[in-house]
């Protein structure tokens, strides 16, 4: 079975904090993505990395950063974070020829 | 502009009542419609997955139909179970591959809710 998992599920951070969100897959996926989810607005793509220091960006990366230094781990880093980063954080994975993303079980971020 | 619309938005259903949602897109290229379950407080989890040339596909109690002329989906759930609470999102890719080129279309998703 795919896993990916997420270094914490759930997050409290203050306005200012830099802030990071880890996911492994033990797949050897070499596409990972970040996307948020919000209500009413559905998963918008942050960022996503084809490769080992490879990244691209999404929709919305504006106020974010990625690092992918090894395969299985993706991290999404939030320089500076802002009460409207406040959302759920979900991680996945897919092989690059391959159709289905696999998805981690989310971090649920508060930025007070 | 891609879209994916989905409804209802929510649905409360009694356990053992069957349940359709629907799904519309105007993603274009269009190359697979895939069904995703997410639990709350979970990642979604893939139920099924259609190209264009395909009209319907089962899983279990899921059937999921597409209509690629008029560019609609549904997902019907038969005999729900109280399991079956969770929100269902459509997704929509412009390729078969989730690569660079592929920019998926997610919709905003419907929350079922089964009851006793």
């Known amino acids: 079975d795919v896993k990916v998992t997420q270094s914490s599920r759930y997050l409290v951070k203050r306005t200012g904090e830099k802030v990071f969100l880890e996911c492994v897959q033990d797949?050897?996926?070499?596409?990972m993505f970040w996307y948020r989810q919000d209500p009413g607005l559905g998963l918008r793509l942050i960022y996503f990395?084809?490769?080992?220091?490879?990244?691209e960006k999404g929709d919305i990366p504006e106020g974010y950063s990625v690092s992918r230094e090894k395969k299985e781990r993706f991290s999404l880093i939030l320089e500076s974070a802002s009460t409207n980063q406040t959302s759920m954080y979900l991680c996945a994975s897919s092989l690059p020829r391959g159709n289905e993303q696999y998805f981690g079980p989310g971090t649920r971020l508060t930025v007070t | 502009k891609n879209q994916v619309e989905q409804s209802p938005q929510s649905l409360i259903i009694l356990e053992g009542k069957n349940c359709t949602l629907q799904?519309?897109?105007?993603?274009?290229?269009?190359?697979?419609l895939r069904w995703y379950k997410q639990d709350t407080g979970r990642g979604p989890v893939s139920l099924t997955i259609m190209t264009f040339s395909e009209n319907t596909k089962s899983n279990g109690r899921y059937t999921a139909t597409l209509d690629a002329d008029t560019k609609q989906s549904s997902l019907h759930i038969t005999a729900s179970q109280l399991s079956d609470s969770a929100s269902y999102i459509c997704?929509?890719?412009?390729?078969?591959?989730?690569?660079?080129?592929?920019?998926?279309?997610f919709g905003t998703g419907t929350r079922l809710q089964v009851t006793l």
């Open positions: 990395s084809y490769d080992v220091k490879m990244k």
């Open positions: 797949m050897d996926h070499e596409n």
């Open positions: 799904c519309n897109y105007t993603v274009s290229p269009f190359s697979n």
């Open positions: 997704v929509v890719s412009p390729t078969p591959f989730t690569g660079t080129a592929s920019k998926l279309t």
